[in-house]
């Protein structure tokens, strides 16, 4: 079976501090992991994706992400948080052909 | 590109009628769309899967009679919310996935449905 956790619901840090969000996955078959950022009442935006190769992706927004296999985590970091990062971010496997997505977390950015 | 479209973006109707949604690929071809809903501060929920000339896989618990879906081309997928109620009021979104990159799905801006 396959499933997607992310840890934390909310998420809040002060503009400027380092964002982490948390997303543990199973999977019976390798995964393709992504991250995905919603604004209210739009869609989904693809911030990065691990496919195969390198484990550290980079994606826009300055977000990157570790794909490691032996935790089998894909957390999500931001060196500094800015204003505009705050938003909901769910993140998703697909392992086949089905993607599955996380709870989701929304992160709140103090100023 | 990998642009998705939706429309309508916002829809208010009332209890009882029917509903289409509309999801086009704008400029690539997509062998497959998905339609999910999202219900407030949750996350997606799949619906169904489509596949351009074939008839939709749902998930298990979506009324087939209730979601018509039809993927009539490699560009336009809809989804037929018939006889509206006020429980179907949600956000509706799909996606859609190219022959040639079927494990990353392009996703739709969205459509926010209220049945009144």
């Known amino acids: 079976a396959q499933s997607v956790t992310q840890l934390g619901s909310h998420v809040s840090v002060s503009e400027g501090a380092l964002v982490l969000l948390r997303c543990n996955y199973s999977?019976?078959?390798?995964?393709?992991l992504f991250w995905y950022v919603q604004y209210p009442n739009q869609g989904l935006q693809l911030l990065l994706k691990?496919?195969?190769?390198?484990?550290l992706v980079k994606g826009i927004n300055g977000f990157e992400a570790e794909f490691k296999k032996s935790e089998t985590s894909f957390h999500l970091t931001k060196p500094s948080a800015h204003m505009s990062d705050a938003a909901e971010y769910f993140c998703?496997?697909?392992?086949?052909?089905?993607?599955?997505f996380g709870a989701g977390t929304r992160l709140f950015v103090k100023a | 590109g990998a642009v998705v479209s939706q429309h309508p973006s916002r829809v208010i109707c009332k209890s009882g009628t029917s509903v289409k949604i509309e999801c086009r690929s704008l400029?690539?071809?997509?062998?497959?769309m998905f339609w999910y809903r999202q219900f407030p501060k949750k996350s997606l929920m799949l619906m169904a899967t489509s596949n351009e000339g074939s008839k939709a896989t749902y998930e298990q618990g979506v009324e087939k009679d209730k979601f018509l879906i039809n993927h009539a081309s490699l560009t336009l997928s809809t989804l037929t919310v018939t006889s509206a109620h006020p429980e179907d009021s949600s956000f509706y979104i799909c996606?859609?996935?190219?022959?040639?990159?079927?494990?990353?799905?392009?996703f739709g801006p969205g459509t926010r449905l209220t049945v009144l």
């Open positions: 996606s859609a996935v190219s022959e040639g990159a079927i494990n990353e799905q392009f």
């Open positions: 998703a496997l697909t392992g086949g052909f089905k993607t599955i």
């Open positions: 999977s019976s078959v390798p995964p393709y």
């Open positions: 691990y496919t195969t190769g390198a484990t």
């Open positions: 400029d690539f071809q997509a062998t497959t």
